[in-house]
């Protein structure tokens, strides 16, 4: 019999669907919020999962973010008033395997569960176990909804259903482990091992110890035989993050194992056949470090099948505040808090602010702010003071540049538009927000002096 979890904040409509899909020999459970799913998910294994867009505490496609990690391979059906074609994108990019609208059609409810439950692989225990250990919740990532981020998305779901080498190239904090993770959650590696190895922690000498392992005695400290990482990844996924800081001696190691299949431990005679997918992972430009000569050019054509460039938090404005809302209702949940939300001045500081640390810095901000907000909303003086000063600056330029948009020369008019278009990355609706001007009359203006973008 499939066990069916239903979310929904409304008593009668669960009781409803519950009588209902009881009645065609399903066994369904009901809750009433995003936070009890969690809780339940976490407590016993459902074969689908119908959830309301419209939660108490935080909205559907957070809730199947959640779940991936909880209950990964359980497909999720969005249920949602909001029938348009945003929303239903939105609940497919962020995983759910369908959606319904409101009310619902039994039939239709009924057609849609059977079409995942068809789709859904038979998994043993052993098998969720496994896959639930490689996705922990400390490496959560967001997906979303910017171009940037969906083309991110096309790329996981392209190359992992190959056996491809993958180089995963983005600024710390962008999530490259976790592009490197559904790849190996997609793949049909998906039950097997996914190892991640932090090359940058590792030093020189112990380098090849840790990938390849070692026999004992083989030096001072081999005081018995260590499996490395190569052989605990077999059958599975082997993630380098960091690659560009293995020395030139082992990356020729790294090469022969690639090419051969086959590793060595420290201090023994005889090799042992691996079979291992290779994604690797950098902050600098690996080809660059091949014309400098610190990055072996045959390892990077071997490791350089398939590359993804992981997008800066800057250059995916349009998921900022998106980001930064699941990362205040995550620390509401985390600290007992009730903040509802961001006021005007503070969004306009999340949105005009660099994000160097990118994704993990915002998360930290955000959780810092939260515990710090003293009222409902949070505050520009609720955000730590690196950020409060930048947008300090900003004011006092705006002050001197666009004191009264409509009244300053066109000249002038042309240059201010300029600097806060490349200010947002030519994100029109910034730019029009801080301009203080709607979008039509922004791109009036951009086709008035003749602005490209």
Known sequence: ?????????????????????????????????????????????????????????????????????IAPGVPAILMTRYGDIRSAVTAIKSGAFDYI????????????????????????????SIRTQSLPGSNKYLRGTSEASLLVEQYISLVSTTDMSVIIQGESGTGKEYVARMIHLKSHRHNKPFIAVDCGALPN?????????????????????????FQQANGGTLFLDEIGNLSYENQLKLLRATQER???????????????????????????????GSFREDLFHRLNEFKINVPALRQR???????????????????????????????????????????REMKNIIKRSVLLCTSGMISPNDLPSELQQRE???????????????????????????????QTHFNKTKAAHLLNIDRKTLYNKMRLYGIEG
């Open 1 to 69: 019999m499939y066990k069916v979890l239903i979310v929904d904040d409304d008593p009668t409509f669960c009781l409803m669907l519950k009588s209902y899909l009881g009645n065609k020999g399903f066994d369904v459970k009901e809750v009433f919020s995003a936070g009890s799913a969690l809780k339940a998910a976490k407590e016993q294994q459902f074969d689908i999962i119908l959830t309301d867009y419209r939660l108490p505490d935080f909205d559907g496609l957070v809730l199947m973010n959640e779940l991936k990690v």
């Open 101 to 128: 609208t409101k009310p619902v059609n039994p039939d239709e409810l009924l057609l849609t569960v059977n079409k995942a439950l068809e789709k859904k692989k038979p998994e043993t225990k052993t098998e969720n």
């Open 205 to 229: 000498e112990l380098a090849a110890s840790e990938l390849f392992g070692h026999t004992k005695g083989a030096f001072t400290d081999a005081h018995a035989d260590k499996e490395g990482q």
């Open 262 to 292: 086959k590793v060595r431990k420290i201090g023994d005679t005889k090799d042992v056949d691996i079979d291992v997918r290779i994604i690797v992972a950098t902050n600098e430009d690996l080809s660059a470090n091949v014309q400098k």
């Open 317 to 359: 404005g349009e998921d900022i505040l998106e980001f930064a809302n699941y990362f205040l209702q995550n620390s509401n949940k985390e600290l007992q808090k009730n903040v509802t939300g961001f006021d005007k001045e503070a969004i306009n500081v999340l949105l005009t602010y660099n994000w160097p640390g990118n994704i």
């Open 392 to 422: 300090t600056a900003a004011n006092s330029q705006s002050v001197r540049n666009m004191t009264d948009l409509k009244s300053l020369a066109e000249t002038h008019e042309k240059t201010t538009i300029l600097k806060v278009l490349e």
